[in-house]
């Protein structure tokens, strides 16, 4: 009966480990640009580890290899705690009680401590055991101290996402947060007990650690893709108002693959929208520089640049773009707003051209009537002149006439005088 009961035991430890690895899997490819979906990769490897190091404890051919195996296992179970308590944290926005904020400081070293003294010291697990489910650990002088650990990080979690639960408004969030709850609760209350809490009163039990880990991560499952609060698609952005946009709009993950766009933009380009969807963004922006100003920078705006259409023509777009994240600074997405400025600019270029023209034939008629004032000057001198050699003539005329008659009249008082002598 022993033998069966502990070919089962390793059996459901194997699929748990399958089935842990297939759900992680699944949820990251969703979204892997999602920093929830990435966490939850994260926390279904450790599951994946600490259950795959549970089958080969049980599996253990010697007493050393079991030791390995139960160290690893119970390392794996640190590490899960501490992913858990970062999926807490962000899952619920970075809120945290003024009570455990001590704590999420000490976490890190006290974690690295607490692997120092597992993996290099006997004093948490010196050895295995054989027991009525197979090959097990034995508790060590510090095996206690670690199950409190165990439980201070699972019920610091627990309290952040209830507290969370609570405090928010927002149906769509509270539902991911309750199912965050509960897939919480289910691994920390089996697996706690029938791993940790029993055996410290020197209770054996059948573990069941693994059957709630993966009940427990259907249920983180299920508060990020059913009830995920930032999913990049134009749903979630107003979908009515994009789409009725004149300018063209794209959303692209971190990776600058194009998520989203809206008519304007398939309109403009002439692509369908299965071509543009999932393809990189190379595919509209051709210019590296205009590439990488959108892919590191991520926010500016009115950049003058080129998209490409289906047909390879150069269409002239004024970018904006506006790079979107959360609060904890953690890019997932990008926006970016292209407006057709052709006609703009082909009327700019229309405005400078007759700019110029208008500038040349004012240059032209400043220069004619700078010659005409010229000229006009010059004749004016030369008519002064001329009037000025004839008054000069008329004055030595005046002058000789005049003087002619005093001389006459002068002539003639003398004769005058001589005649009245005789």
Not at 27 to 36: D, E, R, T
Not at 200 to 224: C, H, M, R, T, Y
Not at 266 to 282: C, P, Y
Request: with cysteine; proline share 2%; hydrophobic share 50%.
């Amino acid at each position: 009966m022993n033998e069966y009961v502990v070919v089962a035991v390793r059996f459901f430890g194997i699929v748990s480990c399958i089935i842990s690895f297939m759900i992680g899997t699944y949820v990251f490819y969703k979204n892997p640009a999602n920093f929830l979906n990435r966490n939850f990769g994260l926390l279904a490897s450790a599951t994946c580890l600490w259950t795959f190091s549970e089958f080969m404890v049980r599996s253990a051919s010697s007493a050393a290899e079991g030791m390995f195996w139960a160290k690893m296992a119970w390392g794996a179970v640190l590490v899960l705690q501490v992913i858990t308590i970062n999926f807490a944290l962000r899952i619920s926005k970075g809120w945290v009680p003024r009570g455990i904020s001590p704590l999420i400081k000490l976490i890190a070293p006290f974690t690295l401590l607490m692997l120092g003294l597992l993996i290099w010291t006997d004093l948490i697990i010196p050895g295995v055991q054989q027991s009525f489910f197979g090959i097990t650990r034995i508790k060590g002088k510090l095996f206690f101290l670690y199950s409190i650990y165990f439980a201070v990080l699972s019920i610091a979690a627990l309290y952040i996402l209830l507290r969370a639960y609570f405090k928010s408004t927002r149906i769509k969030e509270r539902k991911q947060l309750g199912y965050s709850t509960i897939g919480l609760a289910i691994p920390f209350f089996f697996g706690g007990l029938t791993q940790v809490i029993l055996p410290l009163f020197g209770i054996e039990s059948l573990p069941l650690g693994s059957l709630g880990l993966v009940i427990g991560l259907w249920f983180f499952a299920v508060a990020i893709l059913k009830y995920g609060l930032m999913t990049l698609s134009l749903s979630t952005a107003s979908a009515t108002i994009l789409s009725s946009m004149s300018e063209s709009v794209l959303l692209i993950d971190p990776e600058g693959k194009i998520r989203e766009c809206n008519n304007a933009l398939l309109a403009l380009t002439g692509f369908s929208r299965g071509e543009v969807i999932k393809a990189k963004l190379s595919l509209i922006f051709k210019n590296e520089a205009v590439l990488n100003r959108i892919l590191d920078e991520g926010t500016f705006a009115n950049l003058d640049a080129f998209i490409s259409g289906k047909k390879q023509e150069d269409i002239e777009v004024a970018v904006s773009s506006s790079a979107m994240g959360d609060e904890f600074g953690e890019k997932y997405g990008t926006t970016i707003v292209a407006h057709d400025v052709r006609e703009t600019k082909a009327l700019i270029r229309e405005l400078e051209a007759s700019k110029t023209v208008l500038e040349q034939k004012v240059a032209e008629r400043t220069a004619e009537l700078k010659q005409q004032r010229d000229t006009s000057e010059e004749k004016v001198k030369e008519r002064t002149a001329d009037l000025e050699a004839k008054l000069a003539e008329l004055n030595a005329f005046h002058d000789a006439t005049v003087g002619r008659e005093l001389r006459m009249m002068e002539i003639e008082k003398e004769l005058d005088a001589l005649k009245n002598k005789r």
